[in-house]
């Protein structure tokens, strides 16, 4: 199944910068539009403020109706220069005072009560745009009711301008859009260089150079992080896969020793005929070859379910005293016979898996009298730390153990002493039991060989009952 794949990041961004800056510019432009448009609307008001200021004036000062007949003279005067400007006076009756030609007025301009300065916008019967105000303006005769007057003035320059305005706003937002875009393209094609020397340097690592690691010193610093997780993943890999290297090169050869016996004395047996007895012996003899095989499978697979995290012990409340002691009488017999003498001290309380603490300290005691010599001695230490753990030391005298072979005594398969490696029980898969079951318990294991003592430390958590 082909997986789809995202859109490529150098588009992403690309697209997120012609947005954000068509997106600015579409604001300012707003913005700068409406400020115009403004600064047009306080220009028309302001003549249109001073016009209706002046018809005021005018017809405060009528007294009479001779007066008022002249008021029309005056006023006419008075708008002599100013092009495109339309002054109504109306009487209340509905009668007109005065009217410049054209004048057409909104009623709903005309119709308002009280003072209107804020401008109306409208368009004539010819089709010409017009902002205008009103005003209800008295005069000087007695008992008259005011007249209304209403001052125009024509924006069609007005809104040519604005018209022009925006096509040439909306063309430049366009060819910055893209210009944008483009240069965006640019920036982020030269910012994402080190991505793709990333991957050109990771394509180069392969199974046979797993010990390549990325190139830290052209790297930006938001990529250092990142380089530095791959480099460590790397590392990672290159020691699992080495350890899996090492684990079926040693698995190879544990495997063959048993193998080739079997196979060499199947063979050997079929080559003649033979007698009931000297079949069963030879059969005798395979039961013990497949028995050593049954161990290391199952010390194999319990290793393997270590590694993946399915172990997970059971919680009971362990007294590591009692637990120690049952297993020394149990190897008693044996370390009689080789002369070595098994002793306890100490004492402690843990919560874990019985079976497994058992099975991880016998490993350790077997492991001890094999490598201890006749009058030697093995001790069990057990002492409770203030940290909430206890630790507990197996010791041994014998040789001592060289200081570079102590970091792998833990390894699968490895032995310090290879004359022991024909050892039918020796698999040198004991001791990565050992370190198994401890870490499963949230604990860890050290070695110290000094002086001809060998001691193993497995530090584990007291716990608490699940």
């Known amino acids: 199944m082909r997986v789809k794949r995202s859109a490529s990041l150098t588009l992403r961004l690309t697209l997120l910068f012609a947005t954000a800056s068509t997106v600015v510019l579409l604001l300012l432009g707003a913005l700068i539009a409406r400020a115009v448009e403004q600064h047009f609307e306080e220009q028309d008001l302001e003549v249109l403020s001073g016009k209706l200021e002046l018809a005021r004036h005018a017809l405060e000062k009528v007294r009479s109706a001779e007066q008022m007949n002249a008021i029309a003279q005056l006023l006419d005067d008075s708008l002599v220069g100013h092009h495109g400007l339309a002054v109504v006076v109306k009487a209340p009756d509905g009668e007109i005072l005065f009217a410049t030609r054209a004048a057409d007025f909104p009623q709903a301009l005309l119709a308002r009560e009280g003072e209107v300065l804020h401008p109306l916008v409208w368009t004539s019967a010819q089709g010409t745009p017009m902002r205008g105000i009103a005003a209800r303006v008295r005069t000087g005769l007695a008992a008259a009711p005011p007249a209304i007057v209403a001052v125009a003035t024509d924006i069609s320059h007005h809104q040519q301008f604005m018209r022009s305005f925006r096509v040439t706003l909306w063309s430049f937002v366009v060819l910055a859009a893209l210009l944008t875009g483009f240069l965006g393209w ?29 190139a830290l010193a052209a790297v930006p610093a938001e990529l250092a992080d990142l380089v ?45 005929s033979r007698t009931v007895e000297d079949y069963r012996d030879v059969l005798a003899s395979n039961v013990e070859e497949f028995e050593r095989l049954s161990r290391m499978i199952a010390d194999m697979l319990f290793i393997a379910k270590a590694d993946e995290g399915q172990i997970i012990p059971s919680r009971t409340l362990i007294e590591l005293a009692a637990l120690a002691d049952d297993l020394i009488e149990y190897f008693r017999l044996v370390a009689d016979e080789q002369g070595v003498t098994l002793t306890r001290s100490g004492s402690g309380r843990i919560f874990g898996d019985p079976s497994m603490i058992r099975r991880a300290i016998s490993n350790l005691l077997s492991n001890a009298l094999r490598h201890t010599a006749r009058g030697g001695r093995i001790e069990i230490a057990i002492a409770a730390s203030t940290s909430g753990s206890v630790c507990i030391v197996v010791a041994n005298s014998g040789e001592t153990i060289a200081a570079s072979q102590l970091p792998r005594l833990f390894d699968r398969f490895y032995r310090a002493d290879p004359s022991r490696s024909g050892e039918g029980t020796n698999f040198g898969l004991g001791l990565a039991i050992v370190k198994s079951i401890v870490e499963a318990h949230g604990g860890d294991v050290a070695v110290e060989s000094a002086a001809g003592t060998t001691s193993f430390m497995l530090r584990l958590p007291c716990g608490e009952e699940a």
């Open 186 to 214: 640019i920036a982020v094609r030269r910012g994402l260089s080190p991505l793709r020397a990333i991957r050109r340097e990771a394509e180069a690592i392969t199974a046979q150079r797993l010990d390549s690691r990325l």
């Open 228 to 272: 530095d997780a791959l480099n460590a993943m790397l590392a990672r890999l290159e020691a699992s896969f080495r350890r899996l290297s090492d684990f079926s090169s040693d698995l190879a050869h544990e495997l063959r020793t048993p193998v080739s016996n079997l196979l060499t004395q199947t063979q050997v047996t079929l080559a003649r």
